[in-house]
């Protein structure tokens, strides 16, 4: 028991954003990541415009801007390789305050920033509000083959249990005077993740018999029903909808 | 009338040759509620899973309700009979409860409001209604092995098949479970060592000991004789008095 809260992306809510199915959401999410990867580096324009539609959904969706950038860390390894860019790219050099940088670098950089950014965002408030279940029930209603679905939820459920377990041998490790210090103590750390690997997958056999016991047939039954109806496809739509207006846009200008 | 659950010359040897029952003998009746006791290593877990279905008897017969256990019938032995496990976090693996209730009757094809209607009935039976939309892992031990219970009762099963129900239960969810189990008008086999809990439990109790059934008998009998617990490794708890056969405490 214990840390289950903690790291959930989720925020509760009973917005338009957050009654929508799933699978109309991450369908919404993916093509809008198409529209914006599909923008050439240099429109300006059309960038400024897919940011403005997305704070549109934030506010739709009750996300404050705070709790937005703060999930949004796990772009910084991005960050830091279009920083690197400029330095390091060939080509043509600019200068900048005293810096030379390369200015094929410099695009190279903002493309990937720009894309990378609008791409989290958007999956940001995606996993803002839906329900990390009702998001793997969505792909599997877009097809994600079971198996996989299937696996997923487990990893749901069991994360938290085996976390424990985790937390657990480590307390009976330290209560006998070990701690981690060095590389001479990898062995230790090391039987103890074969010994968490053999009771997850005693475990698994546990939960497999329990299954079994209850009717189980190699497929999950269908529990809740998850169809969307046109009007919410339509809804969803709006997003993709609304950044492949502003593309084409944007293209009628520079043409 | 037929009896719930008929288990005749039932022997079971392991895939290494273990023999873990050596010809298992009992009958339960409708509406009984029957205790297992035994030791450690009795074979109780092993005589559990031939129940429904999950091991296959190398040699006797597993009958439930008349119909008996084979691999065709699986489906319907699997309804008849609810086996609740040992770890609350074997049973529960669906991210809410109101999945894992449904998770049974829906695998027997039961949808929409049939549905609705089988998984509320069940959590209000076990008390629990209210974590309807909560994962199980957010519930305390003792809930989690009454959802674990109602996960069964959804599929309403002819004989309900405890392992060890009362096993790290802290003393008030031990009677809240306790009050539960009273209140339900199925058939109960308890796998238990937790010998006072048979007893309050339990009317009658059965030893599985070396792999057959040693014993059987009123409970209260069978506790009483310190001789027959003292063979099969069955202790009562200091300080605890079994009522005298006959003197009803």
Request: charged share 20%.
């Amino acid at each position: 028991m214990g840390a289950g809260h903690h790291h959930q992306i989720y925020r509760a809510g009973d917005t338009l954003v957050h009654r929508l199915p799933p699978q109309c959401k991450l369908a919404a999410v993916a093509a809008f990541a198409l529209v914006v990867v599909a923008t050439p580096r240099e429109w300006f324009w059309a960038f400024g415009l897919y940011a403005l539609l997305l704070a549109a959904v934030a506010v739709a969706a009750r996300v404050p801007a705070l709790s937005v950038l703060r999930r949004m860390v796990i772009e910084i390894p991005f960050v830091v390789f279009a920083v690197a860019l400029p330095f390091i790219g060939f080509g043509e050099r600019v200068s900048l305050l005293g810096l030379s940088l390369s200015a094929e670098g410099l695009w190279s950089a903002w493309n990937i920033l720009a894309k990378a950014t609008l791409g989290v965002v958007a999956s940001v408030l995606l996993a803002s509000t839906t329900e990390p279940r009702l998001m793997l029930l969505g792909a599997q209603r877009l097809r994600l083959p079971p198996l996989l679905v299937q696996i997923a939820m487990f990893m749901l459920r069991y994360l938290d249990v085996i976390v424990d377990e985790m937390r657990r041998m480590r307390v009976a490790r330290e209560s006998r005077g070990f701690t981690a210090r060095d590389v001479r103590h990898i062995p230790v750390v090391a039987r103890s993740a074969g010994a968490l690997f053999i009771r997850s997958y005693e475990r698994g056999e546990r939960v497999h018999l329990a299954m079994l016991s209850r009717g189980y047939s190699g497929s999950m039954p269908i529990i809740q029903d998850l169809s969307a109806s046109a009007r919410q496809w339509l809804v969803a739509g709006m997003l993709p909808g609304a950044a492949l207006v502003a593309l084409l846009g944007t293209w009628g200008l520079a043409l | 009338m037929t009896p719930s659950l008929e288990v005749s010359r039932l022997a079971y040897a392991y895939p290494d040759g273990t023999q873990a029952l050596f010809g298992v003998d009992f009958e339960i009746g409708r509406g009984e509620r029957v205790a297992l006791l035994g030791p450690n290593g009795a074979g109780k877990t092993t005589l559990v899973m031939h129940l429904n279905g999950i091991l296959t008897a190398g040699h006797g017969t597993v009958t439930v309700a008349g119909l008996p256990v084979s691999k065709g019938s699986l489906r319907e032995i699997r309804r008849r009979v609810g086996l609740v496990f040992q770890d609350p976090d074997d049973q529960l693996f669906m991210p809410t409860v109101r999945e894992d209730v449904a998770f049974g009757p829906a695998n027997l094809g039961i949808g929409g409001e049939e549905l609705e209607r089988r998984v509320k009935g069940a959590l209000e039976r076990v008390g629990m209604l209210e974590t309807i939309d909560r994962p199980p892992h957010h519930l305390s031990f003792g809930q989690r092995r009454r959802v674990a219970v109602a996960t069964v009762l959804a599929m309403e099963p002819e004989i309900l098949v405890l392992d060890e129900p009362s096993s790290n239960l802290d003393p008030a969810s031990r009677r809240e479970l306790a009050d539960v189990l009273r209140s339900l008008d199925v058939t109960v086999l308890m796998v238990t060592h937790d010998l006072p809990y048979a007893l309050e439990l339990c009317d009658r109790a059965l030893i599985l000991s070396g792999g057959t059934i040693a014993a059987d008998g009123p409970t209260g009998e069978i506790l009483s004789d310190a001789e027959l617990l003292a063979a099969h490794r069955l202790e009562l708890p200091y300080g605890f008095a079994p009522p005298r056969p006959g003197h009803p405490s």
